[in-house]
């Protein structure tokens, strides 16, 4: 079967722009999961979804990074007016959640964004 | 607050030889998971491991181990018999109810 994916693979945009990232997660999963990765760094835990809906927003950096996932299966991170400290690679995971605290998520490929 | 730290930016190890990448947690929560993933190159993040806070015994998976000593809040992991394709990075992550924390990764290097 198919495991995550993400697009676009890169994304170049300008600063201020707003820009949205895309994750397809592994069918039937129920969990998702959005992380960032700067160059050199681990990684940023940002948002995760139990279905549709997100049981903390806390990690996301600030008001301008929102996500949404809707028919418990896409999900789209939204950064608006992006700034040069987004520029990253953002993963998205899924997981079947039928493991507890043993749930293996599974990660996608990225998304490389720079803000020029 | 730093929730997993790896201390070791960089390992080199030789090829077919054993190698132990360090990691310590800080939690407060009886319950937590403990994960290690491997990022090649290619930059997918692939599962390697995983320890229950209440597991007695140390996970074990195929050519890694995880040393787990709860006391001390380490979750080392070793790697025997060392290959050419394990060269990559390492992270340690760990997981609590609603949160995820990775430390900021192991570059393993193993000299053919």
């Known amino acids: 079967g198919a495991g995550v994916s993400q697009s676009p693979s890169n994304k170049v945009t300008e600063k201020g722009k707003d820009v949205e990232l895309r994750c397809d997660p592994i069918s039937g999963h129920t969990a998702l999961y959005w992380y960032r990765q700067s160059l050199g760094q681990g990684l940023e835990f940002l948002i995760y979804f139990q279905g549709n809906s997100a049981p903390d927003k806390s990690g996301l950096p600030s008001d301008r990074f929102s996500a949404e996932r809707t028919g418990g299966s896409v999900s789209t991170l939204t950064i608006q007016r992006t700034q040069q400290e987004d520029s990253a690679v953002y993963l998205c995971?899924?997981?079947?959640?039928?493991?507890?605290?043993?749930?293996?998520?599974?990660f996608g490929p990225g998304t490389r964004l720079t803000v020029l | 607050a730093q929730k997993i730290t790896q201390t070791q930016p960089g390992m080199f190890v030789q090829e077919k030889e054993a190698v132990t990448l360090d990691c310590t947690y800080d939690t407060s929560d009886p319950s937590y998971g403990l994960f290690w993933y491997k990022q090649p190159s290619s930059g997918e993040m692939i599962f390697l491991i995983y320890q229950g806070s209440y597991d007695q015994q140390n996970a074990t998976e195929g050519r890694y181990s995880l040393n787990f000593q709860k006391a001390r809040k380490s979750a080392n992991l070793v790697i025997s018999a060392s290959q050419l394709g394990d060269s990559a990075m390492y992270f340690c992550a760990m997981r609590t109810f609603n949160q995820f924390y990775f430390g900021t990764g192991t570059s393993l290097t193993v000299i053919p």
């Open positions: 995971a899924s997981s079947s959640l039928a493991g507890g605290l043993a749930d293996t998520q599974y």
